[in-house]
């Protein structure tokens, strides 16, 4: 086997959501990949920021911010955030709708200050990792100050949105779905009606993150493999040579992949890369 490329998502792919700690087997099955000559990489939603403590497992690179900040051995090879006018408003008119809102700049969060209310409201939603990573977040204090602390001096490379109703949007989608996409996570629990998703622009995504990394190490796409549980993973499943979907993910994204592995409480990770020979 050549030399492949790994890309995992984190939150409910390498890690149980919101957390910092893979299972001792994923970190064991990367190793062991590494060892073949693999190359594997962090590919997420989080920002810089909130990736950062999982840097000290040893990853050969990252594509952060949904795809606009790219990374390879070190060395930065895309970046890509928001104008101020964009970010500006993005902010203003989420807010207009009654949208909770954090914004991501390359080494901070900034959250609504009344979000953590609103996620214990919805403490109850079951199968949404991106609600429990930002609640895990709040409840933890990740480093997510308040947004009375923004003052658009930062570059913002994502906003992630929550509400309870698609109306809500309709003020930003006027203004700004004609350069972002407006990317919904799926309802898993109907009691909890929760919309949650990220406005992400629409010149990356993880998908094209992924063919940075592969034109800047010259490895062909179709010697690669990304891991993920949830829609925000969907272009990086549409674009790997070999997509996986945990158990625990969307349903829709596992009818999508090429193969469905068991959830990241149940050994997932390790198991998948046993099976695909890319560790031993």
């Not at 993920?228 to 040579?241: A, C, H």
């Amino acid at each position: 086997m050549g030399k492949k490329l790994i890309f995992l998502d984190i939150d409910g792919t390498l890690t149980e959501p919101g957390s910092n700690e893979p299972p001792q087997s994923a970190l064991e099955a990367i190793r062991g990949a590494q060892a073949k000559g693999h190359k594997v990489l962090l590919c997420s939603g989080r920002n810089y920021a909130m990736l950062s403590p999982l840097l000290k497992f040893g990853f050969d690179g990252l594509v952060a911010s949904a795809g606009g900040y790219v990374m390879v051995d070190g060395k930065v090879i895309y970046d890509h955030p928001m104008t101020s006018e964009q970010a500006k408003t993005a902010i203003d008119a989420l807010h207009e709708g009654g949208v909770f809102c954090t914004v991501e700049t390359l080494d901070a969060t900034y959250g609504d200050e009344d979000l953590g209310s609103f996620l214990a409201d919805n403490a109850g939603a079951k199968g949404n990792s991106e609600i429990e990573r930002w609640r895990k977040a709040l409840a933890e204090s990740l480093n997510i100050q308040p947004m009375s602390l923004f003052d658009g001096s930062k570059p913002v490379y994502k906003v992630v949105i929550m509400c309870m109703r698609d109306e809500q949007l309709r003020p930003a989608r006027n203004l700004l779905e004609k350069d972002f996409n407006f990317v919904i996570q799926e309802i898993t629990d109907p009691d909890h009606p929760c919309l949650n998703g990220e406005l992400i622009s629409r010149a990356f995504d993880k998908g094209r993150g992924i063919l940075h990394v592969c034109e800047h190490l010259g490895i062909p796409v179709q010697d690669t493999f990304g891991f993920g549980d949830s829609m925000n993973d969907l272009e990086m499943i549409q674009t790997v040579g070999t997509s996986v979907c945990m158990a625990n993910g969307s349903k829709k994204l596992q009818e999508l992949s090429d193969m469905v592995c068991p959830a990241v409480t149940e050994d997932g990770l390790a198991k998948a890369f046993k099976e695909l020979g890319l560790c031993d």
